[in-house]
């Protein structure tokens, strides 16, 4: 096919890659199986026509030349899908490139993920995972030693995500609840985009839009009081969003639904990601003994990791051990679909405007040609006496994109990797780390987030206190 003179990317034919996709049935961030396949075909570079062209990019050269010296055309968003539309209406990732995009974005770097800022929440993560090491005690008296990490891990990270974005500690009755909703909710937004349009899934779609319209119903009912309740604590995301002001709408505020959009996009992007990471992360440190006792090393004389510990050049080997996770376990196969401004080439071909642009990051990290041993578990080659030293926003070379790249790069990459080294330090600090009989499953399942298939089960025995 030909656009404006100029090849389009190779790819298969429509009828062929919907039948693929349908077979699968999964969130389009996880077609990476289908896609590698094409791509072995096809190329590193594909396209689709599905009422408007779709592009997959597998190669981390092409993604570099499109998203870090594409000065901005690959960066802004498609058109979202009714689904997304409903529950992310007005939060970032739904926002084209311009000035409402702009806006949203300083405002939740500058008020919820600065150093500053996220500091003030430091007593609040102290809180939660003093919480989650009494509960992974009592279970492992319980259970002959033996505990289960996803559940009790889940239910600390909610807690501190909901009092980073609201201000408030929530009850569990309510904390529960609202986890349970934004899990549907990511669920329901992760699935429909790619066949908007085709006639079974319109069809599909309209049955369950009733129950998705009392869902955001429901939604909107319990954060918006949340939202606009009067705080004594430290400012939260939530207070930025009452205050912001939209300069070219006439200094217009923020609606009520953009508001919840945006909170709702703060735990949605930050949930399932931290959670699936720190799960993967502390299956390496089951499975990797000696790998564990450099990291307690490190961290055993803390009875406390601060955020001074944790940035700048302290605790090296921690840091590379979330770096070796980051780059085995990327939480995601594609980032969410870019949007391309104007017609651009990309690889030799013709990629059109307004077509969408997907890149398929989570190969990058297993790439041959950028890491030696590429398969092997070794976060030695994240240390900085090693000539393998990665920037993780990739803006000379992209070697691994867990978090994207670009002016769509996820936002809260820092806040991330704190987090992960603060809860996986702790966590190393407090037990040792065994495997239960049976061993550990690696196996992934493809859930929103690329998740172990089989929760970590793990044998732990504490160890003696850190000095204070
Ligand atoms: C391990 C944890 C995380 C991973 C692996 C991750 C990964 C990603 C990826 C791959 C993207 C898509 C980038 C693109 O479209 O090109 C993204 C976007 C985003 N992430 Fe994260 N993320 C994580 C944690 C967080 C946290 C803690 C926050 C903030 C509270 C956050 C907020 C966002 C937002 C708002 C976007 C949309 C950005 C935009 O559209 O401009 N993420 N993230």
Same mark, same amino acid.
């Given at each position: 096919?030909?656009?404006?003179?100029?090849?389009?990317?190779?790819?298969?034919?429509?009828?062929?890659?919907?039948?693929?996709?349908?077979?699968?049935?999964? *969130?389009?961030? @996880?077609?990476?199986?289908?896609?590698?396949?094409? @791509?072995?075909?096809?190329?590193?570079?594909?396209?689709?026509?599905? &009422? /408007?062209?779709?592009?997959?990019?597998?190669?981390?050269?092409?993604?570099?030349?499109?998203?870090?010296?594409?000065?901005?055309?690959?960066?802004?968003?498609?058109?979202?899908?009714?689904?997304?539309? #409903?529950?992310?209406?007005?939060?970032?990732?739904?926002?084209?490139?311009?000035?409402?995009?702009?806006?949203?974005?300083?405002? #939740?770097?500058?008020?919820?993920?600065?150093?500053?800022?996220?500091?003030?929440?430091?007593?609040?993560?102290?809180?939660?995972?003093?919480?989650?090491?009494?509960?992974?005690?009592?279970?492992?008296?319980?259970?002959?030693?033996?505990?289960?990490?996803?559940?009790?891990?889940?239910?600390?990270?909610?807690?501190?995500? %909901?009092?980073?974005?609201?201000?408030?500690?929530?009850? $569990?009755?309510?904390?529960?609840?609202?986890?349970?909703?934004? #899990?549907?909710?990511?669920?329901?937004?992760?699935?429909?985009?790619?066949?908007?349009?085709?006639?079974?899934?319109?069809?599909?779609?309209?049955?369950?839009?009733?129950?998705?319209?009392?869902?955001?119903?429901?939604?909107?009912?319990?954060?918006?009081?949340?939202?606009?309740?009067?705080? $004594?604590?430290?400012?939260?995301?939530?207070?930025?969003?009452?205050?912001?002001?939209?300069?070219?709408?006439?200094?217009?505020?923020?609606?009520?639904?953009?508001?919840?959009?945006?909170?709702?996009?703060?735990?949605?992007?930050?949930?399932?990601?931290?959670?699936?990471?720190?799960?993967?992360?502390? %299956?390496?440190?089951?499975?990797?003994?000696?790998?564990?006792?450099?990291?307690?090393?490190?961290? /055993?004389?803390?009875?406390?990791?601060?955020?001074?510990?944790?940035?700048?050049?302290?605790?090296?080997?921690?840091?590379?051990?979330?770096?070796?996770?980051?780059?085995?376990?990327?939480?995601?196969?594609?980032?969410?679909? @870019?949007?391309?401004?104007?017609?651009?080439?990309?690889?030799?071909?013709?990629? *059109?405007?307004?077509?969408?642009?997907?890149?398929?990051?989570?190969?990058? &990290?297993?790439?041959?040609?950028?890491?030696?041993?590429?398969?092997?578990?070794?976060?030695? /080659?994240?240390? @900085?006496?090693?000539?393998?030293?990665?920037?993780?926003?990739?803006?000379?070379?992209?070697?691994?994109?867990?978090?994207?790249?670009?002016?769509?790069?996820?936002?809260?990459?820092?806040?991330?990797?704190?987090?992960?080294?603060?809860?996986?330090?702790?966590?190393?600090?407090?037990?040792?780390?065994?495997? *239960?009989?049976?061993?550990?499953?690696?196996?992934?399942?493809?859930?929103?987030?690329?998740?172990?298939?089989?929760?970590?089960?793990?044998?732990?025995?504490?160890?003696?206190?850190?000095?204070?």
């Amino acid at each position: 096919s030909r656009h404006g003179g100029k090849n389009l990317p190779p790819g298969p034919p429509t009828l062929v890659f919907v039948a693929k996709m349908l077979r699968l049935r999964g *969130p389009i961030y @996880h077609f990476g199986s289908v896609l590698r396949s094409l @791509h072995a075909r096809y190329g590193p570079i594909i396209s689709v026509r599905l &009422g /408007r062209t779709f592009v997959f990019v597998a190669d981390r050269r092409l993604t570099h030349s499109a998203l870090i010296k594409g000065g901005g055309n690959f960066d802004s968003r498609p058109p979202p899908s009714e689904m997304f539309q #409903l529950f992310l209406g007005g939060s970032m990732a739904a926002s084209p490139l311009g000035a409402y995009f702009r806006l949203v974005r300083r405002n #939740l770097h500058l008020q919820a993920l600065q150093p500053s800022r996220v500091k003030l929440f430091a007593p609040e993560r102290q809180r939660v995972c003093t919480a989650f090491v009494g509960s992974l005690r009592q279970e492992a008296q319980q259970g002959g030693g033996i505990v289960t990490v996803r559940p009790l891990l889940s239910r600390c990270m909610f807690d501190l995500l %909901a009092c980073m974005c609201f201000g408030v500690r929530l009850g $569990q009755e309510a904390l529960d609840e609202i986890n349970q909703m934004q #899990l549907q909710i990511s669920d329901a937004v992760s699935r429909f985009p790619v066949f908007e349009g085709i006639f079974i899934y319109d069809m599909a779609r309209r049955l369950v839009r009733k129950r998705w319209l009392a869902l955001r119903k429901r939604q909107i009912e319990l954060m918006l009081p949340l939202i606009r309740a009067t705080r $004594q604590g430290e400012r939260c995301y939530a207070d930025s969003l009452l205050e912001l002001r939209v300069p070219e709408e006439n200094d217009r505020p923020l609606t009520d639904e953009e508001m919840v959009s945006l909170c709702s996009e703060f735990m949605i992007a930050s949930m399932d990601t931290s959670l699936a990471l720190l799960e993967w992360i502390m %299956a390496d440190m089951v499975n990797h003994p000696e790998v564990q006792a450099k990291v307690y090393q490190e961290v /055993r004389d803390k009875p406390e990791l601060t955020d001074d510990d944790l940035r700048g050049s302290g605790m090296p080997y921690l840091k590379a051990v979330i770096m070796e996770g980051l780059r085995r376990h990327p939480v995601a196969h594609l980032v969410f679909p @870019h949007g391309v401004q104007n017609d651009a080439e990309v690889g030799g071909y013709m990629v *059109p405007k307004g077509s969408d642009i997907n890149f398929l990051v989570g190969d990058f &990290g297993l790439d041959e040609t950028a890491w030696t041993a590429a398969r092997e578990y070794q976060p030695e /080659r994240f240390l @900085h006496d090693d000539h393998e030293v990665v920037d993780i926003t990739g803006s000379k070379e992209i070697k691994m994109a867990p978090f994207g790249a670009g002016r769509r790069m996820c936002p809260g990459y820092v806040l991330a990797t704190l987090h992960a080294e603060y809860f996986i330090g702790s966590l190393v600090r407090e037990f040792q780390w065994l495997p *239960p009989s049976q061993g550990v499953d690696m196996k992934e399942e493809l859930a929103v987030a690329i998740n172990m298939k089989n929760p970590l089960r793990a044998r732990i025995i504490p160890r003696p206190a850190a000095a204070a």
